[in-house]
């Protein structure tokens, strides 16, 4: 098993694969914080989900790339939070949720709601 389940979500060309992606089948973009404690328990548990689907889990780490957050905030007409989930299905998003709802459980069943 890989030591980061995540796709890296850092440049526009992985914004643009993403929303790519997203045409074949549903994936999940995760906005982490690596200075706040509630993206962390976030984190653990969006690692938990990516290592047990086959579907693409993104993670932008907005300190490093928030400029990109913005731009995805903006594209999608979602409100920036972190941390985060964002289910995209057709480059459209399906779902999304921030605080203490990023959860395996709560992403889960929108993953499944999506396909």
Request: charged share 25%; proline share 7%.
């Amino acid at each position: 098993m890989p030591d980061d389940p995540f796709q890296p979500l850092s440049s526009t060309a992985d914004w643009t694969d993403a929303r790519s992606r997203s045409e074949e089948q549903p994936v999940l973009l995760f906005k982490h914080s690596s200075a706040c404690p509630v993206s962390g328990s976030a984190d653990q548990e969006m690692q938990t989900l990516a290592e047990e689907t086959n579907l693409p889990v993104y993670k932008l780490v907005v300190q490093r790339s928030r400029a990109l957050s913005d731009e995805i905030a903006e594209t999608l007409g979602v409100r920036h939070e972190t941390p985060q989930a964002i289910v995209l299905d057709q480059k459209e998003p399906v779902f999304d949720t921030s605080h203490f709802d990023v959860t395996a459980d709560t992403v889960r069943e929108a993953l499944r709601a999506a396909q």
